[in-house]
């Protein structure tokens, strides 16, 4: 039954977000009675840290895949961005992030703390498999990485420059990645 409420929450958020999605319209989603959805949950914020808990443990448990079968830095984080947003599906959207943002921050600092900790993670497996071509301190680089993140992966970018999260996502692997020039593919 948690799992059926979760999975109608994340469906009901792809064009309603979290906070207009009233609790009436998730039992019905789910198939349950209001009452039902009140025995497993204590109410809406609690279904919403569960739908983030079980995207975050999925986003955690790819990670360690990912720096377990990856060699580069390159492949580590386009791979992760692959990753995140195919994990994300339905949930990872502007009208979601932005009801994080403005209505539930408490949820927002949680996803921010977690994303940060795992980029940095990431960064430092990846830095530690791999000889850098660049001679940068590795806490330069995932600052500027985690700040960049936090910079353009949010909703408000994302709308403002009329970008969708995997093409910001994308971006921002090539940039850190390859720099401004590009990949020289001709070596």
């Known amino acids: 039954m948690r799992e059926r409420i ?3 929450l994340t469906e009901l958020s792809h064009t309603r977000g979290f906070y207009n999605v009233t609790m009436d319209e998730l039992a019905s989603q789910a198939g349950m009675s209001k009452r039902t959805v009140y ?5 809406k914020e609690e279904i919403i840290e569960a739908v983030l808990d079980e995207f975050m443990a999925s986003v955690a448990g790819g990670i360690e895949s990912i720096v377990n079968e990856e060699k580069s830095i390159a492949d580590m984080v386009a791979r992760l961005a692959k990753h995140f947003t195919k994990t994300g599906g339905r949930l990872l959207n502007p009208l979601v992030l932005n009801d994080l943002q403005v209505h ?3 949820f927002w600092q949680k996803i921010e703390r977690f994303r940060a900790e795992k980029i940095e993670f990431l960064i430092k497996q990846a830095m530690a498999k791999q000889d850098l071509a660049r001679d940068i301190h590795p806490q330069v680089f995932i600052t500027a990485f985690i700040a960049s993140v936090q910079a353009v992966i949010n909703p408000r970018f994302i709308l403002d420059h009329g970008l969708t999260l995997d ?15 590009g990949r020289n593919d001709t070596g």
């Open 39 to 43: 025995r497993y949950f204590s109410g």
């Open 104 to 106: 539930y921050p408490h």
């Open 167 to 181: 093409g910001a996502v994308h971006q921002l692997v090539e940039l850190f990645s390859y720099g401004l020039v």
């Open 6 to 8: 979760i999975a109608a």
